[in-house]
């Protein structure tokens, strides 16, 4: 049984920064390229970023690039997501997703395993 587990969320300023965690069980780590997610009240849920199964490869949202990070951490079956100078509009629901075959996509549908998700609200 696949899991995928959100942790490191909760409330921050504008400005600031914030780390979320997603530990991988149940499946091979190691060879799946991962992806965060994010969804808004009464919006569609988006890309944020995403990391190759070996960690040289990642993408970003425009939204966020120069600011959110994504890393990896093969030993601990972890994926990672460095969120810096924090702006309202990033607050959503954080999803970390696994898609064990093939590269780095930006679509929903490309991801086969999702966690719960973790809820990250930035106040102005």
């Known amino acids: 049984q696949v899991q995928l587990v959100e942790s490191g969320g909760g409330l921050v300023q504008a400005g600031d920064s914030m780390s979320v965690s997603c530990a991988a069980s149940?499946?091979?780590?190691?060879?799946?390229?991962m992806g965060w997610f994010r969804q808004a009240p009464g919006k569609e849920r988006e890309f944020v970023a995403g990391i190759s199964w070996s960690g040289g490869t990642s993408a970003n949202v425009n939204s966020v690039k120069g600011r959110f990070t994504i890393s990896r951490d093969n030993a601990k079956n972890t994926v990672y997501l460095q969120m810096n100078s924090l702006k309202p509009e990033d607050t959503a629901v954080y999803y970390c997703?696994?898609?064990?075959?093939?590269?780095?996509?930006?679509?929903?549908?490309?991801?086969?395993?999702w966690g719960q998700g973790t809820q990250v609200t930035v106040s102005s």
């Open positions: 997703a696994a898609r064990p075959i093939g590269n780095i996509v930006t679509y929903l549908a490309g991801y086969r395993y």
């Open positions: 149940g499946l091979t780590f190691n060879t799946s390229a």
